[in-house]
């Protein structure tokens, strides 16, 4: 299991940009799939982005065409680059890490998107 530390958010205008970051430990990170989930008051943890291990990337619809993932294997970071963003995407942010049958989760970063 690695461990993961989120980091990055913060208050935005709608339109700005930020780029979470999430730090791993260990030496599997490379080996693992990635993936940036988030949760809104009330609503269900979504998934926004996912990337594997050999790189391939998916997206939720609603984020399509304005958030990028990204990983630095070297480093051991996982990154979700949002471009444009709206109201609708304020939430906390959740790294999550998959290998296997072995699942962790960072303890989220916030993210407000408010004028």
């Known amino acids: 299991q690695v461990q993961l530390v989120e980091s990055g958010g913060g208050l935005v205008q709608p339109g700005e940009s930020l780029r979470l970051s999430c730090a791993a430990s260990?030496?599997?990170?490379?080996?693992?799939?990635m993936g940036w989930y988030r949760q809104a008051p009330g609503k269900q943890r979504e998934l926004v982005a996912h990337i594997t291990s050999g790189f391939s990337t998916n997206y939720a619809n609603s984020v399509k065409g304005r958030f990028t993932i990204s990983r630095d294997n070297a480093k051991n970071t996982v990154y979700l680059q949002m471009n444009s963003l709206k109201p609708e995407d304020t939430a906390v942010y959740y790294c999550?890490?998959?290998?296997?049958?072995?699942?962790?989760w960072g303890q989220g970063t916030q993210v407000t998107v408010s004028s």
């Open positions: 999550n890490a998959r290998l296997a049958q072995t699942v962790s």
């Open positions: 260990g030496s599997t990170f490379r080996l693992n799939a």
